[in-house]
T-cell receptor, first 114, second 114 residues
């Protein structure tokens, strides 16, 4: 049983570019959340998707957008990249969107913006 | 708004010694509390969670945590450290069953001395 898979594992971009990160949830899970983890910090919530809709959003600018597909996989898009967007981006999946449901995290995509 | 403070960014213990990681939270409502562990180059893994009921919560790998409302704390302990416990540990809080995002602390890195 595959867990949460994210691609790519590493990515290097330059300022102003756009990036798309991908996530496949654990089998049987229907909810996907995205977190940004800057170096030396805890993860920060970006947004959560359920039934192909954004259910909740953290304090991130509109440059950060997402999508969930009918097969529950998800994409995170970041436009107009800034140096400060360099971070580990984590995807987490769960069954349902009630808090307390066990979140399963992927290993993340390490994004470096030069 | 809810937040988490982890006291001590680094903790060093001897193998076989007590592991104590401190977490204090602020929340305007009774919180849901979590501890996650992150091994190098891996995603976060849930150690334990408190939602309701018994305030002493047992998790995986011999860890446990106690919810103390009067102290707004949720400290993590393990009686006897093992070399495999070397990792980064994150405390997280969610405000209610309608707030699906987790707010994480900055993390505590644990090193275990032989």
């Amino acid at each position: 049983d595959a867990g949460v898979t994210q691609s790519p594992t590493h990515l290097i971009k330059t300022r102003g570019q756009q990036v798309t990160l991908r996530c496949s949830p654990k089998s049987g899970h229907d909810t996907v959340s995205w977190y940004q983890q800057a170096l030396g910090q805890g993860p920060q919530f970006i947004f959560q998707y359920y039934e192909e809709e954004e259910r909740q959003r953290g304090n991130f600018p509109d440059r950060f957008s997402g999508h969930q597909f009918p097969n529950y996989s998800s994409e995170l898009n970041v436009n107009a990249l800034l140096l400060g967007d360099s971070a580990l981006y984590l995807c987490a999946s769960s069954l349902g969107f009630t808090v307390g449901e066990k979140l399963f995290f992927g290993s993340g995509t390490q994004l470096s913006v030069l | 708004a809810q937040s988490v403070t982890q006291l001590g960014s680094h903790v060093s213990v001897s193998e076989g010694a007590l592991v104590l990681l401190r977490c204090n939270y602020s929340s305007s409502v009774p919180p849901y509390l979590f501890w996650y562990v992150q091994y190098p180059n891996q995603g976060l893994q849930l150690l334990l969670k408190y939602t309701t009921g018994a305030t002493l919560v047992k998790g995986i790998n011999g860890f446990e945590a106690e919810f103390k409302k009067s102290e707004t704390s949720f400290h993590l302990t393990k009686p006897s450290a093992h070399m495999s416990d070397a990792a980064e540990y994150f405390c997280a809080v969610s405000a209610s069953s309608n707030d699906y995002k987790l707010s994480f602390g900055a993390g505590t890195t644990v090193t275990v001395r032989a």
